[in-house]
């Protein structure tokens, strides 16, 4: 009787599901190929801007089949069933759709060049995962007509924001006259309210540095008109008001664009985030920066698991990617996890090619909140951190306020990246990418919950221009954790030349009290020491070599 009674439900359940497939919603149409398109990889301008192109070409990026634009004959023989097409996704070959009749999804799914239909949300608005701490957490600080100067010896007059440029040497870039000129910063996020009139950003207006606004989610052009979330994290790079704030890129030029529906939260807004990326390559933007990220969903069926942090499991990570292999330097907030059940970055922050940042507190110890690298990822994340806690943004009433949250510390590093590429427009946004970590203060180091740890801008600076050696971007990577250790150390080593691989432990005497000789045939290997807990309390040094490579840790046994 009870197993009839499971097959039963069982049965109900999968209906119900097939169902709630089928209803009214928004939808992801998938086709096959892109044969027989008006466009050609020979004539790259009729689809990108001369600034796309031009970034290709600085950067020896050839012209491929996912900048063709999805075949207009495709969109045009779906539309004919009624149904209305958000959006084209070039780099995935597929469209975003709304069907209200949803006898038409088994019409779609018979049709040759369509490859895949799936629902991405309802048509109705359900509970909102609020993955905004700055919501949270506003503590008042100061008005605009109260300012006070606290920057002596820099070319500008930060205010109370003085901190949190300065323990990056952000600062050094600003005397340097590179403020951002030149350089165009998309920012994806969930609107921007009041930026249009907020007095942070009067010299952006009129200098035009607004180059565009678009909404994705409501498809639109009236991103001003809707979250707030959006203006504080513009105002941490453009807003430019001396003795008050003044952000780390303040003559930059800006595309808003809104992706994140603050009503719901459904995997459809990681299509509005892909949309607005591929809008922002093909416009020529050289940085997107996005204080988003995404996990669990209002529709449970929709939620991410831990298996898919893998740097290209999930959609929205790939377009990350894909973005970056344009040649676009892409940064991403961690996230607010840390404290939370999830606990670990969210995505699309687990991106292997782009800049994942976490935050600390103005003195420099990890936010409780901010989310850490997943342990079975063999990629350091988050890559590095700034500034999250109580940070000075510009709220859109105008006053100055302290706010915290990975949102935060994320822009706060753009607009410093920017500026810092502004100087040296022929590196790769990887060269990028690896000058600012090479310049963090645990570069040798890296670990799950500071990676890389808190950039040097001038550092970096000089890293790019050769007048600091650091060493070669091929030698050995290294994750050692936990450090400090107990009775356990677990070491994944990256970039490995050799395949015999020497591993000892000494004292600070340089006594061997651990040795093993590993075999690997891969460029990444990982491994376990175990039965630690013999070793006294204190610090010893893990060194490994392999082939003509050497690299020394210090490690720290607790208990």
């Known amino acids: 009787m009870l197993t009839r009674t499971i097959l039963f439900l069982l049965i109900i359940f999968t209906s119900l599901s097939a169902l709630a497939q089928l209803a009214p919603g928004v939808y992801l149409i998938e086709f096959t190929d892109k044969e027989n398109s008006a466009f050609n990889i020979s ?29 207009q004959v495709y969109i045009d023989s779906i539309e004919n069933f009624g149904i209305h097409v958000r959006y084209a996704s070039k780099w995935f070959n597929s469209v975003v759709a709304d069907i209200k009749e949803p006898f038409v999804i088994n019409e779609l799914q018979q049709i040759s060049f369509v490859k895949n239909v799936s629902k991405k949300s309802s048509s109705i608005k359900s509970r909102k995962v609020n993955k905004f701490i700055d919501e949270e957490i506003v503590f008042p600080a100061i008005s605009l007509d109260k300012k006070i100067s606290v920057v002596q010896d820099n070319v500008l007059d930060y205010g109370p924001a003085f901190h949190q440029i300065s323990m990056l040497n952000g600062q050094y870039l600003h005397n340097r006259g590179l403020m951002g000129e030149n350089m165009i910063i998309a920012v994806n996020d969930a ?67 809104g992706t994140e529906n603050n009503d719901s939260e459904l995997i459809i807004e990681e299509e509005n985030w892909i949309a607005a990326a591929e809008f922002a390559d093909s416009a020529g933007v050289d940085v ?5 990220g995404y996990f669990y969903f209002d529709d449970s069926l929709q939620n991410h698991t831990y298996d898919e942090i893998t740097g290209n ?77 109580r940070v000075y943004i510009l709220a859109t009433n105008d006053f100055l306020v302290q706010s915290s949250g990975t949102s935060f510390s994320t822009p706060i590093i753009t607009g410093l990246a920017a500026c810092l590429w502004q100087n040296f427009p022929e590196k790769t946004n990887y060269e990028i990418i690896k000058a600012i970590e090479q310049s963090a203060h645990l570069s040798e180091n890296p670990n799950g919950y500071y990676g890389y740890g808190i950039p040097d801008f001038a550092k970096a600076f000089h890293i790019l221009d050769g007048t600091v050696e650091v060493s070669d971007i091929e030698n050995i990577d290294i994750n050692i954790y936990p450090n400090p250790f107990i009775d356990h150390l677990k070491v994944e080593l990256h970039h490995l030349q050799g395949n015999s691989i020497k591993v000892n432990i000494t004292n600070i005497l340089g006594k061997e009290l651990y040795t093993s000789v590993l075999e690997s045939n891969s460029s990444y290997t990982e491994f376990i020491i175990h039965e630690l807990n013999v070793l006294p309390v204190g610090m010893y040094f893990l060194r490994v070599n392999s082939g003509n490579q050497e690299l020394t840790k210090k490690i720290m046994k607790l208990k």
Do not use: C
């Not at 970034?55 to 020896?60: L, V």
């Not at 997107?288 to 988003?292: A, D, M, Q, R, V």
């Open 313 to 389: 499991a999930t959609r929205i990570t790939k377009a990350a990617d894909i973005a970056a292999s344009k040649g676009m330097l892409v940064l991403n907030s961690a996230g607010n996890e840390g404290n939370n059940d999830w606990r670990y970055i969210s995505f699309p922050a687990d991106a292997d090619s782009i800049i994942t940042v976490g935050a600390v507190d103005s003195l420099g110890n990890i936010a409780g909140f901010s989310s850490i690298g997943y342990p079975g990822y063999h990629i350091v994340k988050p890559n590095i951190v700034a500034q999250g806690v």
């Open 191 to 257: 609107g921007f309210y009041r930026a249009d009139v907020m007095i942070a950003f009067d010299s952006l207006r009129s200098s035009n540095r607004i180059l565009g606004v678009k909404d994705f989610v409501e498809l639109d052009d009236t991103v001003y008109n809707d979250h707030y979330h959006g203006s504080y994290v513009l105002s941490l790079i453009a807003a430019n008001n001396p003795g008050v704030a003044i952000g780390t890129a303040p003559h930059a030029q800006f595309y808003l664009l």
């Open 43 to 71: 004539h790259p301008e009729e689809f990108l801007s001369h600034r796309a192109i031009e970034r290709r070409t600085r950067y020896d990026i050839s012209i491929s089949e996912n900048d063709i634009p999805v075949n």
């Open 288 to 292: 997107i920066t996005t204080s988003l």
